[in-house]
């Protein structure tokens, strides 16, 4: 059997889903093994088949939701002026969807781990297009490395202050609020 195998994907995907379902509930220190397989309704040894230890599936499992939001703030066209671009809506509305899990991972008690990845994940992919010209009108003083830190620690307090919020207000009001203080 190789990645590639549907098999694999598929238990990976249940493993992961599983583990993201039980961090949004609770610390996801305090979630077992034995638990996520039960999540997923597959043996336990079947968790160990595929992933080292617990920690390494946490880490896959917010690898995949990291990357979404990243892939969402990168094709956001920072240098066009108007309206609010649906990818920054739809940056928010990937959050909107799974705030349990982001409300946990970025609050008071979460994961400074998930924290510093989310913010290394969004500092690469905003960096390329940042170094390839495509920023915000008004800064070619500032290096891209810089601009690119900047956003994505700006893009994670927004992200963390809206979470907090009770209701939080709909996606697209808070992305253009986000877009103002961008632009």
Do not use: K
Request: net charge negative; glycine share 6%.
């Amino acid at each position: 059997m190789t990645a590639d195998d549907p098999r694999i994907r598929r238990t990976r995907a249940r493993l992961r889903a599983a583990v993201l379902e039980l961090s949004a509930e609770r610390d996801p220190d305090s979630i077992t093994v034995a638990e996520i397989a039960q999540r997923a309704d597959v043996n336990r040894a079947t968790v160990y088949v595929h992933y080292r230890d617990r920690d390494d599936l946490v880490l896959d499992a917010m690898e995949a939701a990291v990357g979404e939001l990243a892939a969402e703030a990168a094709r956001c066209p920072y240098r066009e002026a108007g309206p609010v671009p649906a990818s920054l809506v739809a940056l928010f509305e990937h959050v909107g969807a799974r705030a349990p899990l982001y409300r946990r991972m970025l609050g008071p008690y979460g994961s400074a781990r998930f924290c510093a990845r989310l913010r290394e994940a969004l500092v690469v992919e905003l960096r390329g297009p940042f170094a390839a010209g495509s920023r915000p009108p008004g800064h070619d003083d500032v290096p891209p490395e810089i601009h690119a830190h900047y956003l994505a620690g700006a893009l994670i307090g927004v992200v963390t202050c809206w979470l907090e919020e009770h209701p939080p207000r709909p996606a697209g009001e808070i992305a253009a609020m986000t877009w103002g203080l961008i632009r």
